[in-house]
């Protein structure tokens, strides 16, 4: 079975500032992907970056980039130019050849103005 | 398209009450699940189906019961609700089984059970 681990349970960073979320799995599958999740305090979950596990590039979305190490199992969240409507809570979770994504614990993001 | 839609937004049941969570979408999806949130964890598949009549058993489906009579419609029973079922309750739907990653999410409905 995989999992995924967030070791960090809250992070905090300055605005306009950059920060790095941890996100590391176990899995014995080869085609896989990861994608990090933002939910917000209205509970709703938000796709914020997808990363498929065959492409060496790391995926960018606008402010958001990962930094995938497969070697590794490991695959950071940087958000860059942090605004105050980051605040959430972010998930790691992973998706493999089972219908199924699995998640990790959660980390909260704290920006301070 | 409404997207995912669930009802209700709040319960409160006591023990050995039973209840329906009810999850709709109109995006003609395939897949849905039914994930449910515990404090200090991520979200834990309880049951999933990939079309109308097939269900399957997630990471923790004891305790409830699913049917997938339509596409649009996939509710989620108690049939006995515990203490430990207390939980925020997520519905989610996918165009593709094979791309269950590419999962939409409704808003969530907090249970409590006392």
């Known amino acids: 079975a995989q999992t995924v681990t967030q070791s960090q349970p809250e992070m905090s960073v300055q605005e306009a500032e950059t920060v790095t979320l941890s996100c590391t799995y176990d899995?014995?599958?080869?085609?896989?992907?990861l994608f990090w999740y933002k939910q917000p305090p209205s509970r709703q979950m938000i796709l914020v970056i997808r990363?498929?596990?065959?492409?060496?590039q790391n995926a960018t979305e606008n402010r958001f980039s990962v930094n995938f190490q497969k070697a590794a199992k490991s695959f950071s969240l940087k958000i860059s130019d942090s605004q105050l409507g980051d605040a959430a809570m972010y998930f790691c979770a992973y998706g493999g050849a089972g219908n199924m994504l699995t998640f990790g614990g959660g980390t909260r993001l704290m920006v301070k103005p | 398209n409404a997207g995912v839609t669930q009802t209700p937004k709040f319960q409160v049941l006591k023990t050995g009450q039973s209840m329906t969570l009810q999850c709709a979408q109109d995006m003609n999806h395939e897949y849905m699940s039914w994930y449910r949130q515990d404090p200090g964890m991520g979200l834990r598949l309880i049951h999933y189906s990939v079309g109308a009549g097939i269900t399957d058993q997630g990471e923790v489906p004891n305790g409830y019961n699913v049917s997938r009579s339509t596409t649009e419609d996939f509710p989620l029973r108690l049939l006995s609700a515990a203490p430990s079922q207390t939980s925020v309750y997520f519905c989610a739907s996918s165009y593709d089984p094979s791309r269950v990653y590419e999962q939409y999410f409704g808003p969530g409905t907090r249970l409590t059970v006392t």
């Open positions: 899995t014995s599958e080869s085609d896989y992907y």
């Open positions: 990363q498929e596990a065959y492409k060496q």
